[in-house]
């Protein structure tokens, strides 16, 4: 099948992922005990990691769901962000945790995160399941990281390449070939 052909090598194992989603679920249990929390997915890529994140989370809390797309390339953000599909919920007030699959630039989380400031809520903090630190351009509080990983083209739990590979559950190196041929159609 050419899904499989497609990929180098298993860089982080289901297990690995789940054993460390379960940790983070803890510590946010613990930094948000006795408060309510609204956790916001960035869509697409963060929403296979916030669907088992929140069920490692014993607090209460409440769902919604943010879109956004940067301006610029097709693999790098420009930090300028636009909103396709804003969220529901009124956050004046509430403690509101920003959920991604992958920091890279730090651009649209820093972008993101101002921009929700303004409407006033008690706190903001972000949680990613994957960080690249090597690759960030701007100075970013991180709350909660899952796993850093070295600066390889990674898909799967969430990551993509042309929409594609989404569904892996867990993530992979994609062969060079596979995006270099794209970029020379
Ligand atoms: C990815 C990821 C972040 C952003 C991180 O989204 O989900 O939103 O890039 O990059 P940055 O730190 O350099 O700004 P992408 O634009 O690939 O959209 P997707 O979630 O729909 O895959």
Redesign the pocket.
């Known amino acids: 099948m050419q899904y499989n052909d497609d990929i180098e090598r298993v860089l982080i194992d289901k297990e690995t992922i789940l054993k460390r989603v379960k940790g983070l679920g803890a510590e946010i249990t613990r930094t948000y005990e006795g408060k309510e929390l609204l956790v916001v997915g960035?869509?697409?890529?963060?929403f296979i990691f916030m669907a088992d994140l929140v069920r490692e989370i014993r607090c209460k809390l409440q769902l919604d769901f943010i879109?956004?797309?940067?301006y610029g390339n097709s693999t790098?953000?420009s930090?300028i962000v636009r909103i396709i599909k804003d969220i529901e919920t009124n956050i004046a007030n509430k403690h509101v945790m920003l959920v991604?699959?992958?920091?890279?630039?730090?651009?649209?989380?820093?972008?993101l995160k101002q921009l929700l400031y303004t409407r006033k809520p008690a706190s903001i903090k972000i949680c990613t399941m994957f960080d690249?630190p090597s690759?960030?351009?701007i100075n970013?509080e991180v709350d909660f990281i899952g796993l850093e990983v070295p600066d390889y083209f990674i898909v799967g739990y969430?990551?993509?390449y042309s929409?594609s590979y989404?569904n892996l559950p867990e993530v992979c190196v994609l062969k060079p070939e596979v995006y270099r041929k794209k970029c020379e159609q």
């Open positions: 960035v869509l697409k890529g963060g879109s956004v797309s940067s790098e953000s930090g991604e699959e992958l920091i890279d630039t730090g651009l649209t989380l820093s972008h690249k690759r960030r351009k970013l969430g990551l993509d929409e989404r």
